[in-house]
T-cell receptor, first 111, second 115 residues
Framework: EPEVTQTPSHQVTQMGQEVILRCVPI?????FYWYRQILGQKVEFLVS????????KSEIFDDQFSVERPDGSNFTLKIRSTKLEDSAMYFC?????????FGNGTRLTVT | GDSVTQMEGPVTLSEEAFLTINCTYT??????LFWYVQYPGEGLQLLLK?????DKGSNKGFEATYRKETTSFHLEKGSVQVSDSAVYFC??????????????FGTGTQLKVEL
């Protein structure tokens, strides 16, 4: 069964650094999402992306965050200047007509 | 806004015990309802779903019925196994959001099944 793949599985970065989290959605899917889960807390919606533009974003998704689909297969989340509170598991998801399929996540640790 | 409320965990059961994880929701209109499961070290997997009132979603022995009158979608399983140990998330997508049907999650309920 096709799956959403995310890389890296774990990234450690220093506060203030830029990070790019990468995702390869399922190939025939059209809607793409990023969610995050701070340790011990609920999974929170960050942003949805369709037809090469953001279709919805949450309050969390401020100017420090951006998303791109640079080459028709990858879907990236960039955090320009990381803060300690950005430490979380970041999940990419995609869907066609079906419900969301999630990747295994990237654990981001900001020190 | 839309929200999902789940019972607090962890829930600890013996193998073959009956499981209920409560979930209630608040949403405008008629949302679709989902249960996702997260096994240790893994991502979220769709367990089951229901898209309209009185629908019953089922998978791997788990069931949940969409109850509009009580705005609930409780997860049940008649006989749990150690391999069911995971975190279970109740979620909804609200209609007509215009944003590609984002999911709103509950806080998750950890289930531990012991021999």
């Amino acid at each position: 069964e096709p799956e959403v793949t995310q890389t890296p599985s774990h990234q450690v970065t220093q506060m203030g650094q830029e990070v790019i989290l990468r995702c390869v959605p399922i190939s025939n899917h059209l809607y793409f999402y990023w969610y995050r889960q701070i340790l011990g807390q609920k999974v929170e919606f960050l942003v949805s992306f369709y037809n090469n533009e953001i279709s919805e974003k949450s309050e969390i998704f401020d100017d420090q965050f951006s998303v791109e689909r640079p080459d028709g297969s990858n879907f990236t989340l960039k955090i320009r200047s990381t803060k300690l509170e950005d430490s979380a598991m970041y999940f990419c998801a995609s869907r066609g007509v079906s419900p969301l399929h999630f990747g295994n996540g990237t654990r981001l640790t900001v020190t | 806004g839309d929200s999902v409320t789940q019972m607090e965990g962890p829930v600890t059961l013996s193998e073959e015990a009956f499981l209920t994880i409560n979930c209630t929701y608040t949403a405008t209109g008629y949302p679709s309802l989902f249960w996702y499961v997260q096994y240790p070290g893994e991502g979220l997997q769709l367990l089951l779903k229901a898209t309209k009132a009185d629908d019953k979603g089922s998978n791997k022995g788990f069931e949940a019925t969409y109850r509009k009158e009580t705005t609930s979608f409780h997860l049940e399983k008649g006989s749990v196994q150690v391999s069911d140990s995971a975190v279970y998330f109740c979620a909804l997508t609200a209609p007509f959001t215009g944003g590609g049907n984002k999911l709103t999650f509950g806080t998750g309920t950890q289930l531990k099944v012991e021999l």
